[in-house]
């Protein structure tokens, strides 16, 4: 055959294999993210079909595919059932620029590059999973708009506004990185990476906690997941799916965490690169896998760890946190690398912006504890045990118990006390 | 651009998978409709009124601003890949670009585009 024929083959088997792979990936990051926050709250989890519960997404599947799928009778049927597709196939799709490995692991004829450990080499690589990404916001509108519901209407708008607004961010943050790579091409980052001698995380732990945070909330994970807050929309725009339809977006969820946590490994930790072991057949591949594992990890820790933020606070945070930190990375990247500056310099300044913005959380974070346990002890007289410990009262409590407060700072101003209003 | 000819052969697989997944649920499963189960779920309630109503203007507002600063930020990388050759004067260009992406920003953070009640 000729080389042509060759690389379509490739491509079509690569294709096929990464959607298998993605698929299922899914179906066990299902099972494990149920293990995994099972022992966070001491339970065990599913473990009843097969051992460990092996089977557990098979027999979910299964049951999943014979539900029975409802099709509304307000849904707009065609946007109704287009919603989930969409989802899906731009997960899928994203995938398509993350590199497993290297260009020649079986060699350098044409032939074995056409067989090399990613689907696409685009020069525009991180730019593609970027735009493709973006499109993710189209799934979930449609879903909520075609739903013919209150509750999916409205989190569709909420998650639209959150990827929107987390999105700019993220564009952002990654400058610093590509700055330092000099090219768009996953494989040349990773390149670069090898070149320079450094993963970038050590250039821009700034720019990696920046982009880290804007793709979970992008992927639309706790703490993020307002489209999902079941306490005030019920599913958001999942409510009036079922079925298939129901898991395709799923489905989509855990493969744009997957594409996400590819790449920070890529980006940030340097990829497949194992230095000496890069020749020793597989090594490469289970080292990129343990790092996305890691990251995979980190995003069911998280969820099993925070609570999910308000919205007033979720979109404060993008625009006001995240936005011009992420300006403020750019700026100071460029200086470094525009005067060659060694790349520990933007490391340091990143390390010191961290430092700073975890102390100011945390002082400001103690100060509202602080009055608000003071109103508390207005409220209560003494305070009690429970309030002693440090409980901050939300603040709907606290705006319900204002008039009780300032009766008590009257009479505690009577008898000469410190009088402290939050 | 042959190297765009994979990813299109993974696009046009994905599309077949959805649509092939799409297909199946007409197929599977049983089909017993009834009047409160095509109803949309409203917690139990009788609908009020129909969905798809005007929705808050703070979405539009932060579709808009998703616009300006998007671009921008789009327009930020490729002067990001030219940094190394560009040196100071990229650096220059930078500026001159932060500052323009940073001044509506504040315009409309004191505006209040960003307080949510």
């Given amino acids: ?10 491509a079509v088997v690569k294709s096929i294999i990464a959607i298998v792979a ?13 293990r995994v926050i099972a022992r966070f709250q001491r339970r065990v989890g599913p473990n ?21 799928h409802i099709l509304p009778a307000k849904a707009s049927s065609f946007v109704f059932l287009m919603a989930p597709a969409i989802s899906v196939f731009v997960a899928l799709t994203a995938f398509a620029v993350v590199p497993l490995g290297g260009p020649t692991p079986w060699g350098t004829s044409a032939i074995a590059r056409a067989w090399a450990p990613y ?7 991180i730019l593609y999973i970027l735009s493709i990404s973006s499109l993710a916001v189209y799934g979930i509108v449609l879903a909520g708009w075609s739903s013919g519901n209150h509750y999916s209407l409205l989190g569709a708008l909420r998650s639209a506004a959150q990827m929107v607004s987390y999105e700019v961010s993220i564009g952002l943050a990654l400058a610093g990185v590509l700055m330092f790579a000099g090219t768009l091409s996953m494989v040349g980052i990773v390149e670069a990476q090898v070149h320079q001698g450094i993963w970038f995380i050590l250039a821009q732990p700034l720019g990696f906690f920046l982009y880290a945070i804007a793709a979970i909330a992008e992927v639309n994970r706790a703490p993020f997941d307002l489209p999902e807050a079941e306490q005030e929309l019920v599913a958001g725009y999942l409510t009036e799916f079922s079925g298939l339809r129901w898991s395709l977006f799923q489905m989509a969820e855990y493969i744009n ?24 057949l597989g090594a490469p591949f289970i ?22 933020i308000r919205y007033d606070q979720l979109m404060r945070f993008g625009w006001q946190v995240l ?15 525009a005067f060659g500056l060694s790349w520990w310099v933007s490391g340091l300044f990143g390390l010191a912006v961290l430092v700073i913005a975890v102390g100011v959380y945390y002082l400001r974070a103690r100060r509202r504890t602080a009055g608000q346990m003071e109103l508390a002890r207005l409220d209560f007289g003494t305070p009690n045990a429970t309030v002693s410990v440090g409980v901050a009262l939300p603040s709907s409590v606290r705006l319900v118990s204002l008039p009780a407060a300032n009766g008590a700072v009257d009479s505690a101003a009577e008898k000469g006390e410190p009088v402290v209003v939050g | 651009m042959p190297e765009y000819v994979p990813a299109l052969i993974l696009m046009g697989l994905a599309f077949l998978f959805a649509v092939a997944v799409m297909l199946a649920t007409f197929v599977l499963g049983p089909k017993r409709p009834t009047h409160e189960k095509l109803a949309p779920y409203e917690c139990g309630i009788e609908e009020v009124e129909a969905p798809r109503q005007r929705f808050p203007v703070k979405y539009l507002v932060t579709g808009m601003l998703f616009i300006i600063f998007d671009v921008e930020a789009a327009s930020v990388i490729p002067l990001a890949i030219l940094m190394r050759q560009l040196k100071v004067m990229g650096l220059v260009e930078l500026l001159i670009f932060a500052f323009i992406l940073i001044v509506p920003l504040v315009y409309v953070w004191r505006k209040g585009a960003f307080t949510w009640e």
């Fill in chain 1, 1 to 10: 055959m000729s080389d042509l024929a060759w690389f379509l083959v490739a």
């Fill in chain 1, 22 to 34: 993605l698929l299922t990936a899914f179906a066990y990051m299902t099972l494990i993210e149920r």
């Fill in chain 1, 48 to 68: 009843r079909a097969g051992p460990f519960g092996v089977f557990q997404p098979l027999a979910d599947a299964i049951k999943m595919a014979f539900k029975e």
């Fill in chain 1, 119 to 125: 689907i696409a080499d685009l020069n525009v690589g």
């Fill in chain 1, 257 to 280: 965490m997957i594409t996400a946590s590819s790449v920070l490994a890529t980006l940030f930790f340097g990829g497949w690169t194992l230095g000496a072991l890069n020749g020793v």
């Fill in chain 1, 287 to 308: 080292w990129y896998f343990i790092k996305v594992a890691f990251f995979l990890f980190v995003f069911i820790w998280l969820r099993a760890t925070l609570p999910r």
């Fill in chain 1, 323 to 337: 936005l011009p930190l992420s300006v403020v990375n750019a700026l100071v990247t460029a200086a470094v690398v």
